[in-house]
């Protein structure tokens, strides 16, 4: 069972502030997803990265993929209650032919 | 522009009752999954179904059966419920089986087993 695992577990930050949350493990994903998901919603897909060191932007939130694959961080600058949510990130491996979660990191940013 | 449909939205079983757990998508994707969320555990995956006319074991199978019964639907169903298949249950699809495509979640299934 390949094992992702996500830190910090919770985060409770101040609006304006930014964050870091990170998705580690020790085996080899070909891509990697990062989801949101709101109380009572289901998750909804923000990223896919795919090759080594590869980093995406979207509005506020900067993806990176790490270099061998196996790691990769979402960066949240000037955080706003609406960021809001659980983020898990997700690993596909080719061989496997399934995708695993990490158990996600929940965040709140006070007003 | 429905997306994924899960029946019902909430449920309650005594245990050893049996029911099935609906989902259906109108995306035209080839790929279904059921997903179970118990809190600080993430996504398990129970089975999924890479096509039509397929369908295999994910990390958590014990306990549950599904059935591709047409590109647009897979049921899930829980023979003799137990305590500890409470959990939130959610249904996804994507265009493949290749996680570089994006899946799209339903609205969770949240089910209490007494």
């Known amino acids: 069972t390949q094992l992702l695992e996500q830190s910090p577990q919770f985060l409770s930050i101040q609006e304006g502030e930014n964050l870091t949350v990170y998705c580690n493990s020790s085996?080899?994903?070909?891509?990697l997803q990062w989801y949101r998901q709101e109380p009572g919603e289901g998750p909804v897909l923000l990223v896919t990265v795919v090759t080594g060191g590869e980093v995406k932007k979207l509005k506020r939130l900067t993806f990176q993929f790490g270099d061998a694959r196996k790691d990769s961080s979402l960066h949240i600058t000037a955080a706003q209650p609406g960021d809001t949510g659980l983020y898990l990130c997700a690993g596909y491996n080719t061989n496997a032919g399934k995708s695993t979660f990490g158990d996600g990191t929940t965040l709140t940013v006070k007003p | 522009n429905a997306g994924v449909t899960q029946t019902p939205k909430f449920q309650v079983l005594k245990t050893g009752q049996s029911m099935t757990l609906q989902c259906a998508q109108d995306m035209n994707h080839n790929s279904m999954y059921w997903y179970r969320q118990d809190p600080g555990m993430g996504l398990r995956l129970i089975y999924y179904s890479a096509s039509e006319g397929t369908t295999d074991k994910g990390e958590v199978p014990n306990g549950y059966n599904v059935s591709r019964l047409n590109k647009r639907e897979f049921s899930l169903r829980l023979e003799s419920a137990a305590p500890s298949q409470t959990s939130v249950y959610f249904c996804a699809s994507s265009e493949w089986g290749n996680m570089n495509t994006e899946a799209f979640f339903g609205q969770g299934t949240r089910l209490t087993v007494v």
């Open positions: 085996s080899v994903f070909s891509s």
